[in-house]
């Protein structure tokens, strides 16, 4: 009761059949390897372990079967070792084509595909693979090596019985190949998720952070006691402005949306600050339309303080004649548009400089989008364009109607 | 002592001039709004100490003493918040003041620097007569900086239009050809050994005959120099004076 083509003589040497193509290539590398190419050789060599125990434990299995239960009137020509070494050279064959066919599993991109397009995809392949065994089974037992068969059964019922043990064991053996991508998928799909989360957890913290500018902080304060002796009233004002904007800024952090006309009042505050130190440099135009003025928005606290913050830094502070920022806001469609305009090339190298101040907001603008995604889904979002002509134009796009979180 | 304010913000200058006015040996000669003014103005008004702003503009304050031609005035640098730059502030032990200034600190800074002033006759950036020994070299490498007196330099190294400084245990690249650097440095002290590098003679430890009439010079710490045999008899001449 052997589940494959009948028995003969045969050498043995088929068991030492190599692990072929990815493996032997991937032994050249050394150790100084990347974790993926790491990875994937591990993965490499718990195939080659899973397949040679498999196909080992499948061979024992069946010379025990065989042992035990032996059909006496089948042994009637063929020799124990006879059996044995026909058991081996049909494993030797499975071994080749579950290996070859690994590889076309990898490259049609099924190990990517979900279970109920995979069933009639597993049981059509193990037919073809079980055919292809049994043709070559048979060809080499009875076509090449002319042996007789052992047994009293006519070749076509043995064709068909090894047909469908053929069947079956591919069709383990497949399920069992994509079980383990799929555990692996899912566990992927885990990790990423716990990445992301991290991820969420650490813009929170640096928006948390980075909130007040230490360096527009520590420079308004030296303007500022320049401003008392110069200008009196404008420093008592600018006392003010400061006051509120660090107000605002250690309550806003709390809040997961603030009224976009508070948050324009801050930009207003922060702004006339930034013109005590750069007085006729800094030029400020404001767009804002009716409808949004009137509207009662709700926008992410510092959201627009910080391209603001980030068009002041880049196009009036690196300018020795500075520049006009323009920041408009519109209702469009059904989402809420704002823009901040500096003079600026976004594809210029930054100066050595310039990238020293910049590094910080460059990761405020990340943390807005990334905070505007949370806050109002996929539709939300903070682009960074090369227009007008020789300007930057941050973009921000806020649905009024978010989804549901 | 003749002070040049070198700071882009008109309220800053301001706030520094007034700060300065309690210090009556000090004679504001000037203000400069950016690196460039400040290259311009130099040379003309001579100032012996400058107060330097880092972010500026275009161009940040240290570059302003990496194109300035030595020897170099002193310098206070000033920032508002900036912790790369305090970092390198620092490590080279410059003196800098962060805004807003605290007087206190100001007199401190200045007491440091008066003892070694030869203020009154200094001509910083002229760029025409030597370098004497104890002028200072300014040089950046990413975060680090170095006023080096030119009697640190053990070797000036040629790379293209650059030169390798090496002094200490350093050895940062300088943004002037090594032509330039020659022109500047007194003969007596220094050496072409060949057409790649300048030695420090007061550096010389030890000198062994090379190859076809060539010499090798060994340097104090451990380098080597070669000389073909032209520049070998030209050192012969000089040392045996």
């Known amino acids: 009761m052997s589940f494959a083509p009948p028995a003969a003589r045969a050498t043995p040497d088929v068991l030492a059949v190599p692990p072929l193509g990815v493996v032997r290539s991937s032994v050249k590398m050394d150790t100084a390897m990347d974790p993926s190419a790491r990875l994937q050789r591990a993965k490499e060599r718990l195939y080659v372990l899973c397949q040679a125990g498999g196909w080992v434990f499948f061979l024992v299995l069946q010379i025990v079967f065989i042992a035990l239960f032996r059909d006496k009137d089948t042994a009637g020509k063929a020799t124990q070792a006879d059996i044995v070494l026909s058991l081996v050279r049909v494993v030797a064959e499975g071994i080749l084509i579950t290996h070859y066919v690994r590889i076309y599993l990898t490259r049609w991109g099924w190990k990517d595909l979900g279970w109920r397009p995979l069933i009639p995809r597993i049981i059509g392949m193990a037919l073809a693979m079980s055919a292809i065994w049994t043709a070559a089974g048979f060809a080499l037992d009875f076509g090449l090596l002319r042996i007789d068969s052992p047994t009293k059964y006519p070749l076509w019922l043995l064709m068909t019985s090894s047909l469908v043990n053929g069947a079956i064991m591919m069709t383990g053996w497949l399920c069992l190949y994509f079980f383990y991508h799929l555990f692996e998928r899912l566990n992927r799909l885990q990790v990423g998720q716990l990445q992301l989360a991290a991820t969420v957890k650490e813009a929170e913290l640096r928006a948390l952070k980075s909130q007040v500018n230490p360096h527009f902080l520590f420079n308004s304060l030296n303007s500022l006691r320049a401003l008392i002796d110069e200008d009196a009233p404008r420093a008592r004002e600018a006392v003010t402005r400061l006051a509120n904007m660090l107000r605002y800024s250690l309550q806003s952090g709390q809040q997961e949306t603030v009224p976009l006309e508070e948050e324009i009042r801050i930009v207003e505050d922060y702004l006339a600050l930034e013109q005590i130190r750069h007085e006729n440099r800094l030029r400020v135009r404001w767009e804002i339309a009716e409808n949004v003025r009137s509207g009662a928005l709700a926008v992410p606290p510092m959201l627009l303080q910080t391209l603001v913050e980030n068009a002041v830094k880049y196009g009036i502070s690196t300018r020795r004649d500075g520049g006009e920022l323009v920041i408009s806001t519109c209702l469009e469609g059904a989402a809420l548009n704002i823009r901040v305009t500096n003079p600026g090339d976004l594809s210029a190298p930054a100066s050595p400089a310039a990238a020293r101040a910049g590094s910080s907001t460059g990761v405020g603008l990340r943390n807005a989008s990334e905070r505007l995604k949370l806050l109002f889904g996929e539709r939300a979002a903070l682009t960074l364009l090369a227009e007008p002509p020789g300007c930057v134009t941050a973009d921000v796009l806020i649905p009024l109607n978010p989804p549901a979180r | ?241």
Request: glycine share 6%; with cysteine; aromatic share 10%.
């Open chain 2, 1 to 241: 002592m003749k002070v040049l304010l070198v700071d882009d913000e008109r309220l800053a200058r301001n706030e520094l001039r007034r700060l300065l006015a309690a210090h009556a040996d000090l004679e504001i000669v000037g203000e400069a709004v950016d690196v460039e003014d400040a290259l311009a103005k130099i040379p003309v008004l001579k100032p012996a100490l400058i107060f330097l702003d880092v972010q500026m503009p275009g161009a940040d304050g240290f570059s302003l003493l990496e194109r300035l031609e030595p020897p170099l005035p002193q310098v206070i640098f000033t920032t508002a918040y900036d912790e790369f730059a305090v970092k390198a502030f620092e490590f080279s032990a410059l003196d800098y003041l962060l805004k807003p200034v605290d007087p206190n600190r100001l007199v401190a800074a200045l007491e440091k620097l008066r003892p070694r002033g030869s203020a009154e006759t200094f001509e910083p950036g002229s760029g025409t007569h030597r370098l004497t020994l104890e002028d200072k070299v300014f040089v950046r490498e990413g975060e680090r900086c170095w006023f080096v007196p030119v009697k640190n330099l053990r070797l000036l190294e040629s790379e293209g239009n650059y030169t390798r400084l090496y002094f200490d245990d350093q050895k940062p690249q300088l943004f002037r050809s090594l032509t330039a650097m020659e022109e500047r440095l007194d003969p007596k002290g220094f050496f072409r050994a060949n057409r790649k590098q300048v030695i420090n003679l007061a550096w010389v430890d030890g000198i062994e005959p090379w190859f076809s009439g060539g010499l090798l010079v060994k340097l104090k710490g451990g380098m080597k120099v070669e000389l073909s045999r032209r520049q070998a008899q030209d050192f012969r001449e000089r040392m045996s004076l």
